[in-house]
């Protein structure tokens, strides 16, 4: 699936390994990740105001932006982070803090994606953080998505795993139940998120999270998405569409960079 994917013909970057007569090196997922985040955090420039995203993935892009402020090859960084955990991790290696209430547009954000389709279009909130995530993306200038090859998908829901949705927690169910029956043509499951003790998952906004998994296409995106938040009781999607400016993969045959 991937290697079709890659085939479009809008890529305008690929970053390919030098012939090598040695075996390959097959790489884990998570050094691809690694690959990713630090192509992603070359378009860091000092000054900038920086959307920083959640997830293993951000988690290397925001490691390696500390590296560099320390090493003094930044300066002037601005941080704003999309979740609680971020943030922590932003504090610990000494970046600059912020929020959107001071700086109403950021020059870049770099996260990472549970799906990616031909479009550019994603799926994020996986990890919990979708609605910060979408704040914080929605209003940079520039929205760089870094994913292994793993994450590239025909369609969103592809993958067969979770579309979240954050709700609030006031008649989940009946929420759950809406959603259910809006994807019901797609073959829609929807299951409340669990945490490890089995209690309901909490955002860091004190929401649920109910995920969606679905069998086969949704159609249209963009009707998805209004019918979605015309629920009331839901307070945002993972869908993320017409957000990312630039997608780069790490894959075995290297780096893609695909812009809009």
């Not at 390959?24 to 920083?52: C, H, N, R």
């Not at 932003?90 to 547009?105: A, N, R, Y």
């Not at 869908?239 to 993969?249: E, G, K, P, S, Y």
Request: aromatic share 4%; with cysteine; hydrophobic share 40%.
């Amino acid at each position: 699936m991937a290697i079709a994917w890659s085939e479009k013909a809008s890529f305008v970057e690929v970053l390919s390994r030098p012939p090598s007569l040695s075996p390959p090196v097959i790489l884990t997922q998570d050094e691809l990740k690694k690959i990713a985040a630090y192509k992603a955090v070359e378009f860091v420039e000092s000054g900038m105001v920086l959307g920083l995203g959640t997830g293993s993935t951000a988690k290397h892009a925001v490691d390696r932006i500390g590296e560099l402020l320390r090493l003094g090859k930044l300066k002037n960084i601005v941080g704003i982070p999309t979740s609680k955990k971020t943030q922590e991790q932003v504090v610990s290696l000494g970046i600059p803090l912020s929020d959107l209430d001071h700086h109403s547009t950021i020059d870049l954000a770099i996260d990472g994606a549970d799906e990616v389709d031909p479009q550019l279009n994603l799926v994020k909130g996986r990890g919990g953080s979708l609605l910060r995530e979408k704040m914080v993306e929605g209003t940079c200038k520039k929205f760089i998505c870094i994913v292994d090859e793993s994450k590239l998908v025909k369609h969103l829901g592809g993958s067969g795993l979770a579309m979240p949705v954050e709700i609030v927690p006031f008649c989940w169910k009946f929420t759950a139940n809406k959603l259910q029956n809006l994807f019901e043509d797609s073959g829609c499951v929807a299951k409340l998120r669990n945490d490890s003790k089995g209690k309901p998952f909490v955002t860091d906004n004190g929401n649920y999270i109910v995920d969606l998994y679905l069998k086969k296409d949704i159609g249209d995106l963009q009707v998805a998405s209004d019918a979605i938040l015309r629920i009331a009781g839901v307070v945002e999607h993972g869908m993320f569409l017409d957000m990312a400016t630039t997608v780069i993969v790490a894959g075995e045959l290297g780096i893609t960079i695909k812009n809009k």
